[in-house]
């Protein structure tokens, strides 16, 4: 049954392997593919190219296994199909960046980035090669039923077998998956590491401090926000998140939520759009894969993808993180990281690749690790638990929970939404569509200032980069701000084009001496209290008192963080984030002012 290719398939709540044999099929593009032909498929990184991402490119093709037989085995049943065989590795271990590179590359992605741009966070990939000695079939099987034994919390335990490479791996993590039109993804992130623990009341004290680190949570926002953008663009009508899911994997614990969506659109295009995760690049996507190209100094091929199996009514993705490729000379890769932020600690991030990197030893070495069950005692701990419930009470209450929407008016008025490089604006076009808005969006470099004129309002929306550079990107956004301030049409900016208008108005723009990146800060909206998501490295201050504007600043720095006159408004804060707690309320309410 292993002389042809085939695949291997166990997902975490199942107790059995299922069995995939067929012929393999290559394709260049997503596109290519007959969504009614089952078959498992792994794609390639590079495959971003798709979505005009910048990638490093070697020509990977997207990988199927055509299925033309299926069987399902009990993990007893599957040991005994082959022989187990021992593996063992050429010992030079061949790492693509050193550990003073890597402290350099974090360095350098923390200062020379995220604190100079409006930047969120990036995930660079440390590559790891062996040789592995004589490797066969019956040795992938091995390693399969290593990770299978010694393995627990893996959303998908996986092999794959072209018959030129092998893919191996246990991922914790869902892309994205679709049944009966219901999509599906688990935003995770935050990890704790379990491997110094021998007893339960020390893993229990450190363990609380987790569920408390203020990175750790605002790195899992950040990733539902991300998801959020991408379930916006899929799905329509409302939506359901479910709130922090613990993860326990052999060595590691991880901290997710689930968003669940309805969606109209066919699976290949929803499985497009999903891509690629925030964990495996970086926020926001489209820049975060310009940053990975800049630092990682190889090409990622498979990893960091994805594995699907496709049926003609459903579709199941997971992502190919903690991943063996292993080719028929031989040679073993794999790559590990860690999520890089303002507050990296070189040295932190640098261990957390070093206690990743050995799961992979685990399971091509047979040394098992028992500590596996710590939630199974302290899951329902009250303390636990209230910690986990405390991370929702200050969020956006539009995201958690159903709004009432019924009996609402069709809009006449006609919205531009401008992106800038962020997909923050789908979650605001899904919201104004929701309120029956007639809405057009458009990416900056797409609108001609000529038709600014045919709208009722223009929204600009967030986006990285300098508002003080004179970029091509800053004139264009520029241009569109003084015609519309000059024709007194209505407008309403967000984030860095809050910034860029202080700019036009020749108001003091500078960059802020710590970044607020997925930061929730309690500010005075025009006379009201409320609790919004900061993500912005710059910021722009009030110098002297005007009566052409209002302002909402910060009275100790004098940081502006809205600006209202009687054509527009502009906020430094995401309305549209998890992080903003009534930001519903904020956006209708200053829209309908913008139109009255």
Known sequence: MYNKPFALYKKKWEDFIRYFSGKVQKYNLLSEIDESVEQIFITPFTQ????????????????SIIVNEEKIYSIDEFIKTFKEKEIKLDWELIENFTKKEHTEIVNNIVNKEIWNWEWSNFNIAQKITWKIINFEVEKALTIYKRIILSECGSYLQFLFFDWNKFFIWASPERNVSVENNIVRMNPISGTFRKTKYDNYTDFKKDFLLFLKDQKEINELFMCVDEELKMMSKICTG?????????KEMSNLIHTEYLLSWESKMKKLEIFKESIWACTVVGSPIENAFKIVKKYENFDRKYYAWAVSHLKKDSLDSSIMIRTLDINIDWWLEFCVWASLTKDSVPESEYEEIKIKSKWVLNALLWITNTKTNFLEKYYLDDEVQELIQIRNQNLSKTWFFKQDFENLEIKKEQILIINNEDDFTNMIAHILKILWYKITLKRFNEVKISELYNFDISLIWPGPWNPLENTEKMQKNLDIIDYLYKNNKKFFWICLWHQLICRYLKIKVQKKEIPTQWEQIEINLFWEMQKVAFYNTFAWFKE??????????????????ALRQKNFFSFQFHPESILTQNW?????????????
């Open 48 to 63: 971003a190219k798709e979505r005009w991402f910048e990638v490093k490119e070697n020509n990977e093709k997207i990988i």
């Open 238 to 246: 409302w939506w359901i998140i479910v709130w922090p899911i613990l």
């Open 544 to 561: 002297k008192d005007s009566s052409d504007f209002k302002f909402s600043n910060n009275p100790k720095t004098n940081e502006i963080y």
């Open 584 to 596: 519903l309320i904020i956006l209708k309410e200053n829209i309908e002012k913008l139109i009255w």
